[in-house]
């Protein structure tokens, strides 16, 4: 069965503070990404990663990071935790297609972050 | 750019209601389209695709017409259950954004009995 996992559920931290969010897929999936959910907005892309090593930017990157040091695990990093990156982040992952309309995104059940 | 506009929620229905959740669309090129589902405390999940103009996906009842004419891609189900209840996701890629997906701001469903 396909799982991607995120290493918290709930998070509360306080401003200024440099926060992880890890993501582990065991489907050897080449993509992974990094999304925020909030209200009205649906889901924006932070970050996403085609290979180890490899990241790209997507709508929204600043005030973030990333880190893919192995296949399997695709980190989100906040330097400087500040107050308006209070939201929900989702991690994804897919196959690398020849064809984008076969693309299918799994993802996990997020990290709900609260920044004080 | 492309984007995604989907129908404000959220939307409540009785049980054997008739569901339409408008989804339309603007883009560059022809993109694939997509709704993913988001139940109560899980991830997104794929409910059903369509590639190109006038194709239908389907999925668990639910079903989408490609329709290049309007740019939309209206999900509908003819009888909703309870289990219904969730948040809807309408999505595209195009063929030149790699694995990238543009989603739509969701919308909710509420289902009661």
């Known amino acids: 069965d396909v799982k991607v996992t995120q290493s918290s559920r709930y998070l509360v931290k306080r401003t200024g503070e440099k926060v992880f969010l890890e993501c582990v897929q065991d489907m050897d999936h080449e993509n992974m990404f990094w999304y925020r959910q909030d209200p009205g907005l649906g889901l924006r892309l932070i970050y996403f990663?085609?290979?180890?090593?490899?990241?790209e930017k997507g709508d929204i990157p600043e005030g973030y990071s990333v880190s893919r040091e192995k296949k399997e695990r695709f980190s989100l990093i906040l330097e400087s935790a500040s107050t308006n990156q209070t939201s929900m982040y989702l991690c994804?992952?897919?196959?690398?297609?020849?064809?984008?309309?076969?693309?299918?995104?799994?993802f996990g059940p997020g990290t709900r972050l609260l920044v004080l | 750019g492309d984007s995604v506009t989907q129908m404000e929620g959220p939307v409540t229905l009785s049980e054997e209601a008739f569901l339409t959740i408008n989804c339309t669309y603007t883009?560059?090129?022809?993109?694939?389209l997509f709704w993913y589902v988001q139940y109560p405390g899980e991830g997104l999940q794929l409910l059903l695709k369509?590639?190109?103009?006038?194709d239908k996906g389907s999925n668990k009842g639910f079903e989408a017409t490609y329709r290049k004419e309007t740019t939309s891609f209206h999900l509908e189900k003819g009888s909703v259950q309870v289990s219904d209840s969730a948040v809807y996701f309408c999505a595209l890629t195009l063929n030149n954004a790699g694995n990238m997906l543009t989603f739509g701001g969701g919308t909710r469903l509420m289902v009661k009995p």
């Open positions: 369509a590639t190109k103009a006038d």
């Open positions: 883009a560059t090129g022809y993109p694939s």
């Open positions: 990663s085609y290979d180890v090593k490899m990241k």
């Open positions: 994804a992952s897919s196959l690398w297609t020849r064809s984008p309309s076969e693309e299918t995104q799994y």
